[in-house]
């Protein structure tokens, strides 16, 4: 099963918040064909997985709200 967030030593990441700082995801750019996003209060948790094109496009849409 495909993670992408390594358990030692944690990759870069970054980490946003809605503000509250109750609502983080980070981001991993540990894998070069892949973007790996995870609910950062569920570091063992799963993380969803995209493209970098899907995530660039989502990123742009998101933006622009």
């Given at each position: 099963?495909?993670?992408?967030?390594?358990?030692?030593?944690?990759?870069p990441a970054?980490?946003?918040?809605?503000?509250?700082?109750?609502?983080?995801?980070?981001?991993?750019?540990?894998?070069?064909?892949?973007?790996?996003?995870?609910?950062?209060?569920?570091?063992?948790?799963?993380?969803?997985?995209?493209?970098?094109?899907?995530?660039?496009?989502?990123?742009?849409?998101?933006?622009?709200?």
């Amino acid at each position: 099963m495909l993670r992408g967030f390594p358990p030692q030593p944690p990759p870069p990441a970054v980490r946003d918040s809605d503000g509250g700082g109750t609502n983080c995801v980070e981001v991993s750019d540990s894998l070069p064909a892949l973007v790996p996003v995870r609910d950062s209060k569920t570091p063992d948790g799963p993380a969803l997985v995209f493209g970098p094109s899907a995530w660039s496009a989502f990123v742009g849409f998101a933006a622009g709200r």
